[in-house]
């Protein structure tokens, strides 16, 4: 199992920073509705979130069947990790120069307006329909699908992946909860920060992944 988690650790950890999410969720607990919708944006993300990553261990594990790590594995990876590269180039080119904002996009405008399941479904478009976090979760899941673990081990690590996932939306959602009076403090501090510093963390994170995922795949199809 060991080997699982190992491989799927760092897709789990740069979906989890991934700023989108995270402003999303704290722009909904600054609403009328912010428990509830809260709430379901949470659920809507991790129930989006494991399916993605279900899917492709199931998959994936039985194509791999009696192959500790099959070649197809390793091309995958070495796609996954140029895509990674290249959307890391676009993001820094799309960046915002300097004395010039980018306005918010006009669903985070309309975000005080909505529903317990419009709140649910923006989670899932952010795990599914966003290239990052898509290819995040395919190739955390792929790792795991190819690992030597056991079947149970591939579960656990697939929990494990999620749950480091979905700390994006999960963390705000338990300041919100529990944080009591500073609670609206610290979550306006972790969004002006983390607006801020978006296209810059996004960009270290796809670079990063990247570099690891094509190295990974050019030392297993070497070997």
């Not at 190992?6 to 909904?28: D, T």
């Not at 980018?102 to 975000?111: L, R, T």
């Amino acid at each position: 199992m060991g080997d699982a988690v190992g491989q799927m650790l760092v897709s789990a950890v740069g979906i989890a920073i991934s700023p989108m999410p995270l402003i999303a969720m704290i722009l909904m607990l600054a609403t009328p509705r912010a428990k509830v919708n809260g709430l379901a944006f949470a659920v809507g993300w991790v129930a989006a979130l494991a399916a993605v990553v279900g899917v492709v261990v199931v998959a994936g594990s039985g194509l791999s069947a009696g192959s500790p790590k099959p070649a197809w594995a390793w091309w995958l990876k070495l796609a996954l990790g140029v895509l990674f590269l290249l959307l890391g180039l676009k993001q820094w080119r799309d960046r915002p120069r300097e004395g010039h904002v980018h306005g918010p996009p006009k669903w985070m405008q309309a975000i005080d307006r909505f529903t317990p399941g419009k709140a649910a479904g923006l989670a899932a478009v952010l795990v599914a329909a966003n290239p990052k976090n898509l290819v995040l979760a395919v190739g955390g899941a792929v790792s795991i699908a190819t690992s030597t673990a056991s079947g149970g081990g591939k579960a656990v690590a697939a929990a494990l992946m999620v749950l480091i996932g979905s700390l994006c939306t999960l963390l705000p959602l338990g300041v919100y909860l529990f944080g009591g009076d500073r609670s609206p403090r610290v979550l306006g501090e972790w969004k002006a920060w983390m607006a801020a510093h978006n296209a810059a963390i996004t960009v270290v994170i796809l670079i990063v992944l990247g570099t690891k995922f094509t190295g990974d795949a050019i030392s297993g199809l070497t070997a």
